[in-house]
């Protein structure tokens, strides 16, 4: 995810743009750019690190002009350099553009559109740029139409052309893109927080819609050249809701992110006919992939619990004997690697000194070390020989969210790529991949239960102690849904194998107690049942996560949240959000401070 904005009107772009990014630097930070034109050239500066370091380029520049976009970037394509930063030209300098998003087939428009160009960066942003360049014959507003007609992804866009320098041209598809409409001047970002302190008249644009903004006004039509009538809107957020996007914490627009940012996790790495999922950035041959005798999982905190389900995934679907460590404990434990081991470094940050101290261990006995991340240019990232961006995008909250389901979206995708080597057919690997390809609408059905819970939520905040059960697949979950509990609400809980109840927990039961347990139907229904029903006799207050559809749930528990049915490993991608969004209402309830709870750090960056 990145950060976009443009100004047109009277006024010195510069301090509005570069003011303008501050706001969004919560979109990505790790460099950042601006062009601003005088009417008739653009001056473009770019620098690698936080807007301050743009500042500071900018500073002894005298850059004037009254027309002019930048961006801050969050690196998806390509490493954490200038070259990649954006504003990006094409081969000539008349013509910039700043791009959010993922243009899925920009190998294809490289070599069908791009003969002979010659391409400055590793983005697939400048791959659109040269595409505009190709179409561009007087009119940027249908050079860029053309162009987009030909592009798969996503793009929330703004783009300047020297030869028509009062003019903006501004696309959507995918990523938000919004214009505020002020008095002889307009501007464009990527949310409101940019623009508040000069307007708040604003209009949404909607996917498939390219805005042209000039001094002479606002045409807006769509991908086919349908003029779109849009009435502005009056905001009334203050700068920090709009970062959130109106949601109350970072941690809930999180929540909410996960449909959106999971599509952008299996975003062109699987191939639905062929039932098989191509992570491009494992960096392996054939015979290396047929070596893996044995993987290792190495994380820390939730993304531990995610490593926990790739273990069953990898197990189930590709029959190699996974282990998962938590970082802090692998190398005090005398692992045995050898060369035929494969090791993962799970890691949102990329930066968790435990996970990096395991991961060196590991590779100092020579395992295959790779990574699954989500900062581009992290630690990890460079210190793997390899491995696979999550594209989570920016995740603020400590608790994460976003970032554990795409982890696991990227788990169950190497899970089919080595389950395709052997054991796996191609029917169930076509079968896994439809199913996923279903996640993001049944994750919404789940969003869509957010008030119901805080309900629930409100009912056992003052518990002492909670428990979560759950059985195979769901056994990780429940151990997440009680870290989210632990970490944001600060209510002590654990998570147990249901089956592990009689052989000592059930002393804990009672009317005092409370007990969420996950109940959905898999081939260990009836087993979950009984434990359930173990946990009822018992008199503890039971909520129960269970399949839409099973009736029988709201005899057994005080309160049922019901979560769609997919395939058995798909189902922490859904089972999970019921409990993230529990523990958010419990510690909102609690008056806890969700974004940044106490004792916690987002990235623990010493052991
Ligand atoms: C902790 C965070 O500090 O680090 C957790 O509070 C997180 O939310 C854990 O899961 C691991 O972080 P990372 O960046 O390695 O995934």
Known sequence: MCGIIGYIGKKQALPILINGLRRLEYRGYDSAGVAVSDGKKFTKIKAVGKIEKLAEKLKPLDLNGSVGIAHTRWATHGGVTEANAHPHSACADDLVIAHNGIIENYRELKEKFLKGHELKSETDTEILAHLIEVFYKGNLTEAVRTALKEVRGTYGLAAMHSD??????????????VIGVGDGEYFLASDTSPMLAHTKEVIFLDDGEIAEISLSGLKISSLDSKNITKYSETIDWDEASAQKQGYEHFMLKEIFDQPAVFKDAIRGRYNLTEGTAHL?????????MHSVSRVILLACGTASYAALVGKYALERLAGIPTEVDVGSEFRYRDP??????????????????DTLAALREAKRKGAFVRGIVNVIGSTLARETDGGTYMHAGPELAVASTKAYTNMVAVLILYAIQFGRLNRLTQATGERLIAALLEIP?????????????????EKYKDSVGMLFLGRG??????????????????????AYPAGEMKHGANALLGPHFPVVAIMTKNQLYEKMRSSVEEVRARKSPLILIATVGDESARELADDVIYVPPTMELLEPLLNTIPLQLFAYHTAVALGRDVDRPRNLAKSVTVE
């Open 473 to 494: 697949i769901n056994y990780p979950v429940a151990l997440e849904g009680s870290h989210k509990l632990k970490e944001i609400s600060y209510i002590h809980s654990e």
């Open 441 to 457: 609408t049944k994750m919404k059905e789940v969003l869509a239960q957010s008030e119901r819970i805080k309900t629930i939520a």
């Open 164 to 177: 028509e320098p009062d003019k903006l041209v501004a696309a959507r598809f995918g990523s938000p893109l």
């Open 336 to 353: 045995i690697i050898d060369r035929n081991t494969l090791v993962f470094g799970i890691t949102q940050s990329g930066e968790t000194a």
């Open 280 to 288: 491009g950035g494992l960096n392996m041959t054939s015979e290396q």
